[in-house]
Every structure is written in structure tokens, then in C-alpha cells.
């Protein structure tokens, strides 16, 4: 298991952008897909996005396709997913954690989460 801790949350209005930040002093971070994660007040945790170990695919849910993009620097030990057209039903809690990347879309598949970083999208 592989700690990781994300940054990069706030508060923007609709229609902005934010950038967040998945990292991690583990140098074993580089074997692994990664995944983001996001909870709204109220919801279950859902899938956001994936990328796997050497950034050759990605996946996202259909509601962010197009306006999110999932990175990652394996010299840096990180991840990074770029927000853009943010709207309100973005609102939530990001987390994002490291696995099989065909196991990605499933977040019953990770037994343990990090503290996640706060989005507010104001409308």
C-alpha cells in the first residue's frame, strides 16, 4: 500500500478551473495505476478518473469527460487531475488512490483512503 496525500482543493465559481495534486515520498508509486475519487455532501463515493502506470490510457466518467484531465510525473512521485469548466455537481471531496488500473472504476476495490482534498463549485 502506497500513502498518498492530495492537495490542490478550494473554492471557485462555475466555469473555473482548479489543479489537484496526488503525492507521495514512495518511490514504489511508479509500479501502480492511480485513481481519483470524489464524494458530494450526501453521495456515495464515485469514480472520477484513472491513468495507469506509464500514462499510456486513461479513463473517465462521462459527467468530467472532456473537462478533466488525469496526469502523473513518476520521477515525482505524483498525480494530478486538471479541472476546467467546473460546475456545482463537481462539489465533493477528492481522493485518489493506487491500484490495478482495471480495478480503478470500482472504489469497493480500496480498503483505506487518504483525507482527501475539499472542491467547492459555486453556482
Known amino acids: 500500500q502506497v500513502p498518498l496525500t492530495e492537495s490542490g482543493g478550494g473554492m471557485v465559481q462555475a466555469g473555473e478551473s482548479l489543479r489537484l495534486s496526488c503525492a507521495t515520498a514512495d518511490s514504489t508509486f511508479r509500479r501502480y495505476a492511480v485513481g481519483w475519487y470524489r464524494r458530494a455532501p450526501g453521495k456515495e463515493r464515485e469514480f472520477v478518473a484513472s491513468i495507469t502506470r506509464y500514462s499510456d490510457d486513461t479513463k473517465y466518467r462521462g459527467s468530467v469527460r472532456g473537462r478533466f484531465t488525469v496526469s502523473r510525473d513518476n520521477e515525482a512521485n505524483a498525480a494530478y487531475l486538471q479541472m476546467n469548466n467546473l460546475k456545482p455537481e463537481d462539489t465533493g471531496v477528492y481522493y485518489c488512490?493506487?491500484?490495478?488500473?482495471?480495478?480503478?472504476?470500482?472504489?469497493?476495490?480500496?480498503?483505506?483512503w487518504g483525507q482527501g482534498t475539499q472542491v467547492t463549485v459555486s453556482s
Open positions: 488512490n493506487s491500484g490495478a488500473y482495471a480495478d480503478m472504476w470500482n472504489v469497493k476495490y480500496f480498503s483505506s
